[in-house]
């Protein structure tokens, strides 16, 4: 088997950046309950990415990758089918695709794929679609030449421009804080402190943070995705008013009572003593 024949698979769905790495080079694997799904004898990662930039939304309230349809979703259903392709045409071999909750690191992965480089935010960086990409992966045990394992250079200029606009210096020299990530706090269910209200209420985002993302030089001019599912359901402003009736989207799973305090937050409808959100 080789890497040619595998991309004709992801064309038919505009997927352009697929490589290949092998399984043995991503150990030890991360512990997650799809861990469970890995075919025995594993020998090869197919990781493919799905650039995800539709527009310059400046207005939005919602970070760009949920702007559109749950990702989870769109990757997924395109990753079903090309896996259900292979299994067809493959008989001999096992193959099973993961999206996000994978048991790989999918960054480093996707680097030794040839498929980009690690930036300084901790993100993959491709040379097309800069750091606007999700990274899927299906894991077979089938074996690849190994002319087909190629890395790339070091894209990430290294400009430090990511943690310099960090706002709250979750991004540093000394690697990444999450706990200080503006993205992170607007997932938070638990009660917040006042500075992480602070950071809701000065970031004006209901959902997510794009500030390192749209630091990047690679990002300057973005390519828009080729993939016309990432186009569906957009939705520039999520509102108190249209939050109950729009679905579908990569942050539903942590449920709309967080959307609501977010939003109530950058409105200043829940001071303390006005409102008090319990999860």
């Known amino acids: 088997m080789n890497l040619r024949e595998i991309k004709k698979y992801f064309a038919v769905y505009s997927i352009e950046y697929v490589g290949i790495c092998k399984f043995a080079d991503v150990l030890p694997l991360l512990e997650c309950r799809s861990k469970n799904r890995i075919p025995e004898n594993s020998q090869t990662v197919i990781l493919c990415l799905f650039p995800y930039y539709v527009g310059g939304y ?82 077979t045990d089938a074996v690849f030449l190994e002319e087909n394992l190629k890395i790339k250079k070091n894209l990430c200029l290294n400009c430090k421009k990511c943690l310099n606009a960090c706002p709250t210096k979750a991004l540093s020299e000394n690697g990444f804080r999450k706990e200080i990530c503006r993205s992170f706090i607007t997932q938070k269910k638990k009660e917040l402190t006042d500075w992480e209200t602070a950071q809701i209420e000065d970031g004006k985002m209901v959902w997510g943070c794009d500030i390192c993302n749209d630091a990047c030089p690679y990002n300057k001019n973005p390519i828009l995705s080729p993939i016309k599912e990432m186009y569906e359901n957009i939705h520039e402003k999520i509102t108190e008013e249209n939050v109950s009736k729009i679905t579908g989207k990569a942050y539903e799973y942590r449920g709309e009572k967080v959307i609501k305090r977010n939003i109530g937050i950058i409105e200043k409808k829940n001071q303390k003593g006005v409102i008090q959100w319990k999860f």
């Open 58 to 139: 400046e207005e939005r309230n919602i970070s760009r990758y949920a702007l559109g349809s749950d990702y989870h979703k769109v990757a997924g259903d395109i990753l079903k089918s090309v896996t259900e392709n292979l299994r067809r045409d493959y008989l001999k071999y096992h193959f099973e695709a993961f999206i996000d909750s994978s048991p790989i690191r999918e960054v480093n992965a996707a680097v030794l794929a040839g498929l980009g480089s690690v930036g300084l935010n901790n993100q993959l960086i491709n040379e097309k679609y800069g750091t606007y990409t999700f990274i899927g992966e299906i894991i």
